[in-house]
C-alpha cells in the first residue's frame, strides 16, 4: 500500500519576508503544507488498505522531498505492508525447519 502527495505550497509576500529577516520564526506555510501533505499521502495509503479488507499496515516508511518538483513544492510518500487476520481454521502455519549443520 502506498500513499502520495504533491503539494504546492504558496510564497509570502516581500513585506512578509522582511517583517521576518534576521528572526528565528517558523514557517507557517511550510508546516501547514508538510502537515496537510502528510495526511492527504496517509488517508490515501489508508484508503487502499481498505479497499483490500485490510485490518492494519505495518512496516510504515516516509518521505519528505521537495528535490523533484523545485521549490515551494514538496512531495510526501508512504508505503507499508497491509496485513489482516485469515480466520481459516483450515490455514495453519509449518514449522519452521532448523538446518543442521
Not at 56 to 82: I, K, P, Q
Request: glycine share 8%; net charge negative; proline share 4%.
Amino acid at each position: 500500500m502506498l500513499g502520495t502527495c504533491v503539494y504546492h505550497v504558496a510564497a509570502q509576500g516581500f513585506v512578509q519576508t522582511m517583517k521576518q529577516m534576521g528572526q528565528y520564526v517558523e514557517m507557517s506555510r511550510w508546516t501547514q503544507g508538510d502537515d496537510e501533505a502528510r495526511e492527504t499521502a496517509m488517508a490515501r495509503r489508508q484508503a487502499q488498505a481498505e479497499e483490500v479488507g485490510a485490518e492494519g499496515v505495518v512496516g510504515v516508511r516516509f518521505s519528505v522531498s521537495n528535490d523533484a518538483w523545485g521549490m515551494h513544492t514538496l512531495e510526501f510518500y508512504c508505503d507499508g505492508t497491509a496485513i489482516r487476520q485469515v480466520s481459516d481454521a483450515r490455514t495453519s502455519v509449518p514449522a519452521p525447519v532448523v538446518p543442521m549443520p
